[in-house]
């Protein structure tokens, strides 16, 4: 599903509600019809995870960072897959030597590229997606919207995710639903 709407409109604020980032005034959100708890929420942090808009990452290199959630107790018993990354990293023009780059020289879009493969590499049933290509130029985007739409493609039954974008036209390429936000009205 995508989200549309102008600066303002309260997608952000929607998206870091069903992630439970931010406290709801009404209403609950749900997993799989149930209400999460609050001894919940860890694990379902890790089924649904919420994307940024501007990727904020703290490591010296890239592996460092796309090792750094594995070091985690609720993902403990995973592997870092090296070679699932790499063949990642060449949908986006890159090799392994990225891989090396020092955190503090990559660009926004490599941020934003180097975040997407963090959150996939942990396999998340949901993607919570805060304008995910908007550090990005246009192939890479085009790119991004590929993958994004093929990781759904490969399991339809137990992934979703929920595309928020200012992009009517990128809404409607990545979505089989959309819908429009505007003052905080869906």
Known sequence: MAVAGPTG??????LRALALLDAIDG???????LPIHNQDIP???????????????????????LRQPLA???????????SWIVERLASFDRDEKFLEQKVANLSGGEMQITA?????QLEPNVL???????AL????????????????????DSRAMIWVTHDVNQA????????HMENGQL
Request: hydrophobic share 45%.
């Open 43 to 65: 694990g379902f942090r890790c089924r649904a995870i919420y994307f940024h808009q501007r990727a904020s990452i703290l490591a010296d290199t890239v592996e460092a960072a």
């Open 172 to 179: 409607q390429r990545v979505a089989n639903r959309m819908l």
């Open 137 to 156: 130029d246009p192939k890479t985007a085009a790119a991004v919207e590929q993958w994004l739409t093929a990781w759904i493609d490969q399991s339809p």
């Open 116 to 120: 997407l493969l963090r959150a996939l």
């Open 128 to 134: 919570l997606l805060d304008e995910p290509t908007s």
């Open 9 to 14: 409109s309260g997608k952000t604020l929607l």
């Open 72 to 82: 985690l107790a609720i993902h403990r018993g995973r592997k870092f897959d090296k």
């Open 27 to 33: 209403g609950q959100v749900l997993w799989h019809g």
